[in-house]
């Protein structure tokens, strides 16, 4: 350390952050000059992001270094949150916002001769996930550096995130999104932070010299993981949390023998393949495909973490049975569970713990949460995979599992069939390793996302270890989106309005407040300048598909969105068949009737897994519907269809604040939570939706008469599916007509819609027949409703005045509270 001597002149000299306006373009021209070795002739809008970005990410480094000094110095206990998918969207918005410098900064560079507008423009999205998981955990660091608990993440740095969307001639296609061309101002790498991560080769056993059986595992490829920290820094607080995300990197170690043998090219080749391990997100959503690699990147992942947790705890010379007061790990899907088995093989192999002692330790660490009950969804590893690749956790996981199911069978002597329905071990051919089990058995709670999810894993996937461990030990954390990036960044005119009524921006940090704004529901003056913004947002969506789609839409339509993931569970399928529905309805209307008609715009946008057959004809058939629809002269302005291509976190902060009603429409017991239905009301949209996931709670809290529900319920699922397989279940007439149409040839080849067709008339998992009538009527009583300009924008207004428990410092808390027992440090 520093001799003491030479400590006054490191205060001295100390970095400050920037204060006012003079001192960050100072900073600005700095980093012009110097960082980018450009000047006032040749910066272009690019220049000037980056220039501005180190500016920024300076002043987000001070703050980070005085709360990593503030926390390692209170020495409290902290949470990791793991996660393979942190989906951050752009970073310099937030980060100005977040540390109160975007004043500052927009009038800074204007008077340098930028439009802050632009320089936004110029960065790309850090697309480090796939979908909801991903953003949920996005908005949850936000949350935990804004409510000042000490936590960081947890990840991988993907090369490549997931992948950009661009349609031809209707149909998906993919490429690399390679967002690290122009090196990321807001990731700080410690090449000083390495860690040897060890795969395959084989495990013994030896008796040491205090007669203890010591297993070592030995031999196998080695690879380094290299840190890289992304500062996360909270609204209104000096609290910067950190995002480590590890990077693969060769191991110093070269290949010399293959060297030496004169093999060069093969020598560095295997050293490259060590850097395909974090090279790329798997861009499956709601799937488990049982690759190697992705086994690989969990292992990478979660080794080098809880590497690097250890080594912090060891640094406070606690015994080690204080571990779970210190740390608190969140395992975000299953995707992390190998740090279940990683934390103890650390505790007994290297640590010398006791079995018991250390299998404590591990699950008073460790808690799980799960995001979905999809069976296709769940991970399963190959007993032989799992084995060769990680020999030694695959016989950690035997001993965990012994052990776990000598404990039931002392329970439940006589249910030989609870065994084998509770071992981590599925006695299929291969045999497998069932994550999920490993995951409960593993921790201390488990947590669904939303009620009715919470209730159904109990009642269904996890029924069982409800049986073995008790109630208690599973919970319902409802998910939350952080109001800073989902109102006033997205939305900033309808902030600044809000907080005018207010009287401040708090709502931003206590989001509750704005029940505030509900008297005002009814006041015509504030119905009309929530109209005016509503009405500016959908003009800046119309802007954007000018741009992107190349056709007007009518900005006095109703607005009717559906932007996710496209998946069968998710029924966009259902919504492109309600509008073909619509089309063929306007094509029969008399011109008095067209006068009546309310004239709607349907917006779709998401991607297909690449390999999801079904989804990418969902998305085919939604292009080949636009196509027909909007060239066809009797439609008019009556129907728009858009798909936007490639969406992601930025285009999403253009779409949802333009929508009048946006669409959840899951199979009711299907969608876990939802967390862009959140965001869509948060943002004056009313939702048409299914009593599923989230729809649920947001009907009780801004009331049943301010969303549009329809559908069957989660509980008469099964029933309706068990018909559709035994019996001849008539199709819907209406559902009939549109699948007519189109096997027709109205939108082309029909020949390519035929399984499509035949999911929805055959088995009909998703009960697509089943809802379509009552989806009809729904739309209908939007269609009806959308009319009454009083009546529409006051459930606007009242919906979004009762949002309060949407915001996910709420989640936060909830979580902190009852599963990590952290507490806050304040930054004064
Ligand atoms: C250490 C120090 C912190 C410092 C970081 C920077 O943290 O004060 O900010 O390193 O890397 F304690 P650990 O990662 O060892 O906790
Ligand atoms: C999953 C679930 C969603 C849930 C999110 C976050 O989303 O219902 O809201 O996790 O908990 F399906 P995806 O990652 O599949 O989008």
């Known amino acids: 350390s520093i001799p003491s001597e030479s400590r006054q002149l490191w205060q ?78 752009r970073a310099m918005d937030n980060a100005m ?15 340098l001769g930028f439009k802050i507008e632009d320089l936004l423009e110029q960065e790309p999205d850090a697309a480090l996930g796939n979908g909801g998981l991903g953003r949920l955990a996005a908005c949850f660091i936000d949350s935990i550096a804004s409510t000042n608990y000490p936590g960081w993440g947890y990840g991988l740095r993907y090369q490549y995130g997931i ?20 090196s990321n101002p807001w990731e700080i790498p410690r090449y000083e932070i390495q860690i040897d991560i060890m795969f395959y080769g084989y495990t013994r056993k030896y008796t040491n010299d205090d007669g203890k059986v010591v297993h070592v595992w030995e031999g196998g490829e080695q690879v380094q993981a290299v840190a890289y920290d992304v500062p996360v820094p909270g609204y209104g607080t000096e609290t910067t949390n950190n995002l480590r995300l590890w990077a693969s990197k060769p191991t110093r170690e070269f290949d010399f023998e293959k060297f030496n043998a004169g093999d060069y090219e093969s020598s560095v080749r295997e050293s490259q393949k060590a850097e395909t391990i974090s090279a790329v997100l798997y861009p499956n959503d709601n799937f488990y495909s049982g690759k190697e690699l992705r086994l690989k990147q969990q292992y990478f992942w979660v080794a080098a973490s809880l590497n690097d947790i250890v080594r912090r705890f060891k640094k406070t010379h606690r015994p080690w049975k204080e571990f779970p007061d210190q740390v608190a790990i969140q395992l975000n899907d299953t995707h992390p569970t190998l740090a279940v088995v990683e934390l103890q093989r650390i505790l007994i192999d290297m640590e010398g713990v006791e079995w018991d002692a250390a299998w404590n330790i591990v699950t008073n660490t460790f808690g799980y949460t799960n995001h979905t009950v999809l069976p296709e969804a769940l991970e399963k590893w190959p007993v032989p995979l799992f084995t060769n690749l990680l020999p030694r956790h695959m016989e950690i996981i035997y001993e965990i599992n012994l052990f776990f199911l000598q404990k039931v069978e002392k329970m439940f002597p006589k249910e030989r069939d609870l065994l084998a329905r509770v071992s981590i071990i599925e006695e299929s051919t291969p045999q497998q390793v069932r994550m999920a089990y490993l995951a409960i058995i593993g921790s201390h709670k488990v ?25 208690d030990k599973f919970m319902n954390v409802t998910n939350g989106i952080t109001p800073r990036r989902w109102l006033h960044q997205a939305n900033p005119k309808l902030s600044d309005l809000i907080a005018s009524k207010v009287g401040s921006y708090d709502f931003l940090k206590d989001l509750n407040l704005l029940k505030k704004i509900e008297p005002l529901a009814h006041d015509p003056k504030f119905q009309d300048e929530w109209v005016t913004i509503k009405k500016f947002n959908k003009a800046r969506l119309a802007a954007h598909i000018k741009q992107s789609n190349g056709f007007e839409v009518n900005v006095n339509a109703l607005f009717d969105v559906q932007v996710k993931r496209i998946h069968e569970y998710k029924r966009q399928q259902m919504n492109i068949f309600g509008v073909i529905h619509r089309y063929l309805s306007i094509k029969a209307m008399t011109k008095e009737e067209k006068k009546e008609a309310t004239p709607r715009v349907c917006i779709f946008g998401g991607k297909s897994a690449p390999g999801y057959y079904m989804a990418k004809t969902i998305i085919k058939l939604i292009n080949a519907v636009s196509e027909v629809v909007n060239a066809d002269a009797d439609v008019g302005d009556l129907l728009k269809v858009v798909f936007i291509a490639d969406y992601n976190v930025s285009k999403a902060e253009i779409i949802v604040p333009a929508s009048d009603i946006s669409q959840h429409i899951s199979t009711a017991g299907t969608e876990a939570s939802g967390t862009s239905n959140m965001k869509f009301v948060l943002n004056g949209g009313l939702i048409l939706g299914t009593v599923d996931g989230a729809n649920i709670e947001i009907t009780r809290e801004v009331g049943e008469n301010n969303i549009f ?96 428990f949407f915001s996910s410092d709420r989640a936060i808390d909830e979580y902190a509270e009852s599963i990590w027992n952290v507490e806050p440090i304040s930054m004064e």
């Open 163 to 182: 992948f950009k969307q661009r349609i031809v001639d209707g149909y998906q296609v993919e490429s690399p999104d390679y967002w690290l061309t122009f």
């Open 97 to 111: 916002l977040n540390a109160g410098i975007k004043d500052i900064t927009k009038s800074g560079v204007a008077d």
């Open 709 to 804: 529900l329809f559908g069957h319920l989660a509980e008469s699922v099964e029933d309706l599916r068990h018909k559709h397989r035994f019996s001849d279940v008539p199709l819907d007439p209406n559902l009939e007509k549109v699948f007519n149409a189109i096997e027709s040839g109205t939108f082309g080849d029909p020949n390519i819609y035929v399984s499509l067709i035949s999911s929805v008339t055959g088995s009909d998992y998703y009960l697509v027949s089943d809802d379509f009538q009552s989806y009809l009527d729904a739309q209908k009583l939007v269609d009806q409703d959308f009319k009454n300009k009083d009546t529409w924008v006051s459930r606007s207004i009242t919906a979004v005045a009762n949002m309060g």
């Open 12 to 89: 001295k000299f100390g970095v400050k952050e920037f204060g006012g306006k003079e001192e960050f373009q100072q900073e600005f021209i700095r980093h012009v000059e110097t960082t980018l070795a450009r000047s006032i002739y040749n910066c272009d809008d690019l220049a000037a992001y980056q220039a501005a970005s180190q500016a920024i990410r300076d002043r987000l480094i001070v703050a980070w270094n005085k709360t990593q000094q503030k926390h390692t110095t209170k020495d409290r206990k902290r949470v990791y949150y793991l996660s393979l998918e942190f989906l951050m969207g």
């Open 447 to 471: 947590n669904g996302v939303a009620e009715l999810h919470s209730e159904l894993i109990k009642t269904t996937i996890f029924k069982d270890f409800v049986t073995i461990y008790g109630p």
